[in-house]
């Protein structure tokens, strides 16, 4: 039998803050691909999504740190819910009559611009990031236990790699195959990959002070030995 978890006082906002990250990285950033200009490099498409995504990953790490894993395995459910809602009610906006003029004309020509792909994206970014997510959450369990608590950088850093890796395989391909061009597709998605796993770098020093300072204002630092790791519920 499961035993009972007591209640946090961060746990809320937390997982809070980690919906409106999820939701701002896949209806506003996610549809843009954008580029940077780097020496050496040239120019880099990557998607307007890592604005927002890698802190989505960064709430992750912390929710496992901290809370466990059950912990962050509630947070991505919530936000599937969120996301899921989102994408439909997207959709409803979009299929309700048009008043007439040519203003309305144009707003719901840019409203199926924007949210048009929305359900698609939606679907493939709660595929992708319910597997990227998960993984990270489980590889940094883990490897808290292999490494009894040692070594945050190492696991913060491993775990993202893992989880990234999965989730940029898919979201991508999932999401944009058809209507990007392939070798576009494949640049976005490297370069994604990269920038996020480069991010999870240097936020570790502001990793290391949040997952300090919830450990000691939660008196919490969860290991997750006997820990059911199956995706597939929300008790915690």
Same mark, same amino acid.
């Given at each position: 039998?499961?035993?009972?978890?007591?209640?946090?006082?961060?746990?809320?906002?937390?997982?809070?803050?980690?919906?409106?990250?999820?939701?701002?990285?896949?209806?506003?950033?996610?549809?843009?691909?954008?580029?940077?200009?780097?020496?050496?490099?040239?120019?880099?498409?990557?998607?307007?999504?890592?604005?927002?995504?890698?802190?989505?990953?960064?709430?992750?790490?912390?929710?496992?740190?901290?809370?466990?894993?059950?912990?962050?395995?509630?947070?991505?459910?919530?936000?599937?819910?969120?996301?899921?809602?989102?994408?439909?009610?997207?959709?409803?906006?979009?299929?309700?009559?048009?008043?007439?003029?040519?203003?309305?004309?144009?707003?719901?020509?840019?409203?199926?611009? %924007?949210?048009?792909? =929305? $359900?698609? /994206?939606?679907?493939?970014? @709660?595929?992708?990031?319910?597997?990227?997510? *998960?993984?990270?959450?489980?590889?940094?369990?883990?490897?808290?236990?292999?490494?009894?608590?040692?070594?945050?950088?190492?696991?913060?850093?491993?775990?993202?790699?893992?989880?990234?890796?999965?989730?940029?395989?898919?979201?991508?391909?999932?999401?944009?195959?058809?209507?990007?061009?392939?070798?576009?597709?494949?640049?976005?998605?490297?370069?994604?990959? %990269?920038?996020?796993? =480069? $991010?999870? /770098?240097?936020?570790?020093? @502001?990793?290391?002070?949040?997952?300090?300072? *919830?450990?000691?204002?939660?008196?919490?630092?969860?290991?997750?030995?006997?820990?059911?790791?199956?995706?597939?519920?929300?008790?915690?």
């Amino acid at each position: 039998m499961d035993s009972p978890r007591r209640h946090h006082r961060y746990y809320d906002l937390i997982l809070t803050a980690f919906v409106v990250v999820l939701l701002c990285s896949n209806f506003i950033g996610a549809g843009k691909a954008a580029v940077i200009d780097l020496p050496y490099f040239g120019t880099i498409p990557f998607g307007a999504g890592i604005l927002f995504f890698p802190i989505a990953y960064f709430f992750g790490d912390i929710l496992t740190e901290v809370y466990g894993y059950a912990y962050d395995r509630r947070a991505v459910w919530a936000g599937f819910a969120a996301l899921a809602f989102a994408a439909f009610m997207a959709q409803i906006v979009i299929a309700l009559p048009v008043a007439p003029g040519g203003y309305m004309a144009n707003y719901q020509h840019g409203l199926e611009t %924007v949210f048009g792909n =929305s $359900w698609r /994206i939606a679907l493939a970014s @709660m595929f992708s990031f319910w597997c990227g997510s *998960l993984v990270n959450s489980y590889v940094l369990a883990k490897m808290k236990i292999w490494t009894k608590g040692r070594f945050l950088w190492m696991r913060t850093i491993g775990s993202t790699v893992v989880g990234e890796l999965v989730d940029s395989s898919f979201f991508y391909i999932l999401a944009f195959y058809g209507i990007w061009p392939t070798h576009e597709l494949i640049q976005v998605a490297l370069a994604q990959y %990269v920038l996020k796993t =480069s $991010w999870e /770098i240097l936020a570790t020093p @502001m990793t290391y002070w949040v997952i300090n300072f *919830l450990k000691r204002k939660e008196n919490e630092d969860y290991y997750d030995i006997h820990t059911n790791f199956t995706p597939f519920r929300v008790k915690v």
